[in-house]
């Protein structure tokens, strides 16, 4: 997989020439011990480092805190006989690097500077790689010079001159026809009433009739969402069992466990944060713990311009060298996928995650997703790892949505996946192949469920997601109404995203095929259906109280009178189901305490009928309001920390970055506050 740093762009046969000075014969560790600016001790661990993995030795040093930005843009200008610039105090001409792209000379860590005399000057903070990208630059730009500068001092450059058009890209990357910022808001207005309308005038004109067909449809619907369901499950056991007979070989030496060969890659994990008071101290101390190493590990606290809340949270905190902060500018729309587009610019690795602010990854789970990777076939794009929640116990709600989850992320994804069909991606524990992830546009800027939309997006591509076997800890939702209000932007993308994706549906037939497109209704528009028309079904609980009901009569001599007893049994079977489910995905040791709980979600999902409907107010009236979730809720989401040999205590939390317990490794963290990494201000292109 090819690191985006090596990535050339694709101009013309060039014609330019490289004027480098002789590199200086010592390495680059051999002068920083000449120059006092590294321990000894700590440059031997670092080359140790360095032959294990494929990063340079600057990249480790500052990312463990052993060597300071200063001191090592100095040794490298003497290594490679250049100078090192300021481009904030003597800042170059923007138009170079629109001829290159902003995007290119971020992913890169290089600026084009100025044009003096036909030379170019290029600053780089990769002077190994360098030479390689000369023969990509365009030809205009004749003979080239290099010069040195640090990245972020490179970002901080084109920041200033170039945000706005980088956060204009952010919020279009992906193609019109295929993103909600091109639905006409007036038409869908036009229809919702239209529709409201003609859905009042025949329950006043034909009240048995348009009732028939609604419960028609919600029968349907139920059944598909059924049978989707058995096959998931099904599927999902093949899995489980075919795991098991490898565990087995495995155990008994007739199989060998597959090494994985070659470096491990950098890996890039953004994590959006926005009003996050609560948790946003406790975040690094839970990413702390993370056993990937740390020069490979690049993780980008994502804020948006407006949000003091989360500024005044991380203000002055020392942050470890792995850990940068990226500032979204303001815009028309303040959504998690405009973030996300954004940040993505700022990205070092070849593979590209996701987690939310409270977030609590496994700590292995990034060595999974690297090993996950390096086996999965050519035309796997995202790996998706299993949602779960540390606070099930807090009260009934929070048992429900534990036992939703686990349902969801351990039966019905593994076996959605299993079935070569969509798969809706969750909004965190997500990992994608950065070159891919590119060519789909990234995510909807004007989507409130931007996962579930780049899903569909990666399937019509022809990729496939893959399960993987990692857990990511986060608080569950325990109060009702932000239940609602959560729950409201889920089904409100479920409805945008439907309904983009069916402009044209014979294109959408042609890229998914019947049995993907069928699924697809069922996932989507199914899920919606279930969740409006869900009192229609209810009603006829009436008749077994021997209540009336305005179908009674019209369903009596339906398929011989069997038409009522044929209806609740397919409520029974699908509770039956749903039921089984629940108690096959809580049967591990960590969730076993709420098996008896399974049976109360008939109680849990009419909340999720409020949220339907509130959905599709919101999709008429604001369908770009983003209805956040407040988290930080249970205060003692971080008191304990469930590991292989049981329960131990979280280390207290000093300043950020750094941890009191000696019981547990130390993390480095580097004296740099929040201010040595911000963007500058902006600054208006010519």
């Not at 500077?113 to 002077?127: D, F, M, Q, S």
């Not at 991380?314 to 998690?336: C, D, H």
């Not at 989850?405 to 994608?432: E, Q």
């Not at 963007?679 to 208006?684: G, H, S």
């Amino acid at each position: 997989m090819a690191s985006p740093q090596t990535v050339a762009r694709p101009f013309p046969a060039a014609a330019v020439q490289p004027t480098l000075a002789p590199r200086h014969q010592q390495p680059l560790g051999q002068i920083l011990l000449e120059d006092g600016a590294v321990d000894p001790g700590n440059l031997l661990k670092a080359s140790v480092m360095r032959g294990r993995q494929d990063s340079r030795l600057g990249q480790i040093l500052l990312s463990q805190g052993w060597v300071t930005p200063e001191a090592l843009l100095r040794a490298l200008c003497r290594q490679w006989r250049t100078t090192a610039l300021d481009p904030i105090r003597r800042p170059g001409d923007p138009r170079l690097i629109d001829i290159l792209g902003a995007e290119f000379c971020l992913a890169n860590a290089v600026l084009p500077w100025r044009r003096i005399g036909g030379v170019t000057w290029i600053a780089t903070a990769r002077p190994e790689a360098f030479e390689a990208l000369i023969p990509g630059l365009p030809e205009s730009f004749g003979q080239v010079r290099m010069l040195l500068c640090s990245e972020d001092q490179i970002q901080g450059a084109i920041l200033a001159s170039r945000r706005i058009a980088m956060i204009r890209k952010a919020e279009m990357r992906v193609p019109a026809a295929e993103s909600c910022r091109s639905r006409n808001e007036a038409r869908t207005g036009r229809i919702a009433l239209g529709a409201i309308a003609l859905l009042v005038l025949g329950l006043w004109l034909i009240p048995v009739a348009v009732l028939s067909l609604l419960t028609a449809w919600a029968t349907v619907s139920l059944v598909a969402q059924s049978g989707l369901k058995l096959m998931a499950l099904l599927a999902t056991r093949r899995i489980r069992a075919e795991e098991r007979v490898q565990a087995e070989g495995l155990t008994s030496g007739k199989a060998a466990r597959a090494e994985m060969t070659g470096p491990l890659p950098v890996i890039s994990v953004m994590v959006p944060l926005f009003r996050e008071s609560d948790v946003a101290g406790k975040l690094v101390g839970r990413l702390s713990r993370l056993d990937y190493p740390r020069e490979l590990t690049d993780i980008l606290l994502v804020i948006e311009a407006s949000d003091q809340v989360t500024r005044n949270a991380i203000q002055g905190a020392r942050l470890p060298g792995w850990i940068r902060v990226v500032e979204v500018p303001n815009g028309p729309v303040q959504t998690k996928p405009r973030a996300l587009n954004y940040a993505l610019n700022f990205c070092r690795g070849a593979i590209i995650g996701v987690w939310d602010a409270e977030d609590r990854p496994d700590s292995d789970q990034l060595h999974k997703v690297a090993r996950g990777f390096h086996f999965a076939p050519a035309d796997v794009a995202c790996l998706q790892g299993a949602l779960d929640y540390y606070n099930p116990r807090t009260n009934w709600l929070a048992r429900c949505f534990t036992v939703e989850y686990a349902s969801w992320f351990r039966v019905i994804l593994p076996g959605v996946a299993r079935l070569g069909l969509v798969v809706p991606l969750g909004g965190t524990t997500l990992f994608f192949r950065r070159d891919v992830l590119e060519q789909v546009g990234a995510w909807d800027a004007w989507n409130v469920t931007e996962d579930a939309d780049l899903g569909v997006r990666l399937a019509r591509r022809g990729w496939r997601t893959e399960i993987i076997d990692t857990t990511t800890d986060e608080e569950a939702n325990c109060r009702a109404l932000p239940w609602i209000k959560q729950r409201s932007r889920w089904l409100k993308g479920y409805a945008m995203t439907w309904g983009v994706h069916m402009r044209d549906p014979r294109a959408l037939w042609r890229e998914l095929g019947p049995w993907r497109f069928l699924g697809f209704q069922i996932q989507f528009l199914g899920s919606l259906s279930q969740y409006l028309l869900a009192p229609i079904l209810w009603s006829f609980w009436l008749l077994s109280l021997g209540l009336p009901h305005p179908l009674r009569e019209p369903l009596a001599g339906v398929w011989g009178g069997y038409a009522i007893p044929a209806l609740f049994g397919t409520f029974i079977v699908s509770e039956l189901l749903s039921i089984g489910v629940g108690i096959w995905a809580v049967r591990g040791d960590k969730h076993r305490h709420l098996t008896a709980w399974v049976p109360s979600l008939h109680l849990y999902f009419p909340l999720g009928c409020l949220a339907g409907w509130k959905a599709i107010y919101e999709v008429v009236v604001k369908p770009f309001y983003w209805d956040k979730t407040a988290h930080g809720i249970y205060d003692a989401a971080d008191a304990a920390v469930v590991v292989a040999d049981g329960t131990v205590p979280v280390p207290l939390l000093g300043q950020i970055g750094e941890r009191r317990d000696a019981a547990l490794p130390k993390e480095p963290a580097i004296a740099a506050t929040l201010d040595a990494i911000a963007a500058p201000p902006i600054r208006k292109s010519a």
